[in-house]
């Protein structure tokens, strides 16, 4: 199987978080699974770290990178296709790393691990319960 990490899921599994649901994190451990990072989880953290809002990953923000490949992840670049189709995407979603994550999941035909619910309205498989 292969899997989109949503930002959040990215950070709980590197905390050992227990939000991220017993089954979900089955599916993110299994080495048959490629587990994939976007871009735009990079983005994200690199952006909110410099705002503050996420003073506990520090060391993740200093080398998104190498958490990513210390991981066994798959780092997924942001393709010109990927951001006609973000831009293009109609609906109330606001957010553009959320838009961003939408956009991959239809165009490589990944599922999101997420616990947020706004993916369900764009047609994305969500993973989570």
Same mark, same amino acid.
């Given at each position: 199987? %292969?899997?989109?990490?949503?930002?959040?899921? #990215?950070? &709980? &599994?590197?905390?050992?978080?227990?939000?991220?649901?017993?089954?979900?994190?089955?599916?993110?451990?299994?080495?048959?699974? !490629?587990? #994939? /990072?976007?871009? !735009?989880?990079? &983005?994200?953290?690199?952006?909110?770290? %410099?705002?503050?809002?996420?003073?506990?990953?520090?060391?993740?923000?200093?080398?998104?990178?190498? !958490?990513?490949?210390?991981?066994? #992840?798959?780092?997924?670049?942001?393709? /010109?296709?990927? !951001?006609?189709?973000?831009? %293009?995407?109609?609906?109330?979603?606001?957010?553009?790393?959320?838009?961003?994550?939408?956009?991959?999941?239809?165009?490589?035909?990944?599922?999101?691990?997420?616990?947020?619910?706004? #993916?369900?309205?764009?047609?994305?498989?969500?993973? &989570?319960?």
């Amino acid at each position: 199987m %292969r899997l989109l990490l949503d930002t959040h899921a #990215f950070l &709980w &599994w590197l905390d050992g978080d227990r939000r991220l649901k017993p089954g979900v994190r089955r599916l993110i451990a299994d080495e048959d699974n !490629a587990v #994939f /990072v976007s871009a !735009a989880a990079a &983005w994200e953290i690199a952006t909110k770290f %410099r705002l503050g809002k996420l003073d506990g990953a520090a060391a993740v923000a200093a080398d998104i990178g190498g !958490a990513v490949a210390s991981q066994g #992840f798959v780092a997924l670049p942001i393709t /010109v296709r990927h !951001a006609e189709m973000a831009g %293009r995407l109609a609906g109330p979603l606001r957010d553009p790393f959320d838009r961003m994550l939408i956009a991959q999941c239809h165009a490589e035909g990944l599922p999101v691990v997420s616990i947020d619910t706004a #993916f369900d309205i764009y047609g994305v498989s969500r993973l &989570w319960d």
